[in-house]
Structures are given as structure tokens and as C-alpha cells.
């Protein structure tokens, strides 16, 4: 059994963090994990994604098209362009808070999050949209968006580790100072 899954955000969103949780989690279980990143622009607000295969199975790390069975996106664009890897039946957790890129931001292209959002309503039939803006209003940051996006991806069922697995992740992987606030992100809208 294996689980193939593509983490998808812009820099600085905690993309690399909550790959680097699951991954851990994965492995105190006694899961085979295999990864590789691309954070080539991060700091520039640039695309930054992580391919996760936990267990046994192929023996690369990166996942071929059509083969993901989860996405776990920070933003919602980029959900989209990572979703000729998505497997039939594949489920997709995906922040519904766009991040303008410079080009929408200058005024020489068009960001339209509604028309994003009805394209993965319409392509993926396990779709859980988690409100992003709710989850900053009550956490007081966003800077917990990832563990937020993880939290979801437990209940959604796709990730095959437990909200336990996760924590104890956090608590081995990150300062002691903000437990009780990845705590908070972990359970949001339970």
C-alpha cells in the first residue's frame, strides 16, 4: 500500500514544513517515505511544491502524472497547475485564500479565484475547500495555514495518518512555543 501526494504553495506559505511533518509522521510509523522539493523562486512568491510517496512502491521520488492520490494546495492556482498529476478519484484539500501573483498584482493578467474554484468543483470529486480567511480570523495567523491544510487532509481521509501521527510530528519538529497554537491549526473546523 502507498499513498502518493503533491504539497503545492507559493514561498514563505509553509509548504516545505508541512511536507517535512508528514514525512516524519510517516516514518515514526514505520512508513518507507520518499520526497523531493522545488522551491526554486520561494522567496519571490514563487511556486514551491513537494512530491511525497509513502510506502512501499516506486522507487522514484517523484510522482508521475495521473498518479497523485492527494493534493494538498496552499492556494488555489495552484491546486490548478498541479492537477494533471491528480489520479482518478484522487481527493484535493486546497485553500480557498488566493495569493496574487506580480503579473495580477501590475495589472498584465487576471486572477479570477471564482473561476478557479468552479474548475476544481467540476474536475475533482473529493474536494475539501478550507477557509482560509475563517482559520487566520480565529487562530489569529497564517502562518499556521499549513498545519490548518494538514488538519484537513486527516479528516478528508486521504492522507492515511491520524491527527495523533501529525501532532506528534509538531511537537518533535517544532519550538515548544508555538505548540499550542499548531494545536489550535490542527483541529480547525473539526
Do not use: W
Not at 510522482?63 to 478519484?89: H, N, S, T, Y
Not at 480570523?137 to 499549513?146: I, Q
Request: glycine content about 10%.
Amino acid at each position: 500500500m502507498s499513498t502518493d501526494i503533491i504539497l503545492c504553495g507559493v514561498g514563505g506559505q509553509g509548504t516545505i514544513l508541512a511536507s517535512k511533518l508528514i514525512a516524519a509522521a510517516a516514518m515514526k510509523k514505520g512508513i518507507p517515505v520518499k520526497t523531493a522539493e522545488t522551491i526554486g523562486m520561494a522567496q519571490r512568491g514563487g511556486s514551491v511544491f513537494s512530491h511525497l510517496r509513502l510506502g512501499a512502491g516506486e522507487g522514484s521520488p517523484l510522482i508521475g502524472k495521473k498518479r497523485a492520490d492527494l493534493i494538498i494546495a496552499f492556494e488555489p492556482a495552484e491546486a490548478v497547475r498541479q492537477m494533471p498529476f491528480l489520479k482518478e478519484g484522487g481527493s484535493v484539500v486546497v485553500s480557498s485564500r488566493p495569493i496574487l501573483p506580480v503579473s495580477a498584482m501590475i495589472g498584465d493578467a487576471t486572477y479570477e479565484v471564482e473561476s478557479i474554484m468552479a474548475y476544481l468543483r467540476d474536475k475533482v470529486d473529493r474536494l475539501t475547500v478550507v477557509d482560509s480567511d475563517a482559520a487566520a480570523r480565529e487562530l489569529g495567523s497564517m502562518k499556521v495555514l499549513n498545519v490548518v491544510l494538514l488538519g484537513a487532509a486527516v479528516r478528508s481521509g486521504a492522507l492515511g495518518l491520524s491527527e495523533q501521527d501529525i501532532l506528534a510530528a509538531i511537537h518533535e519538529r517544532v519550538p515548544a512555543r508555538f505548540h499550542e497554537l499548531n494545536e489550535k491549526a490542527l483541529a480547525f473546523a473539526r
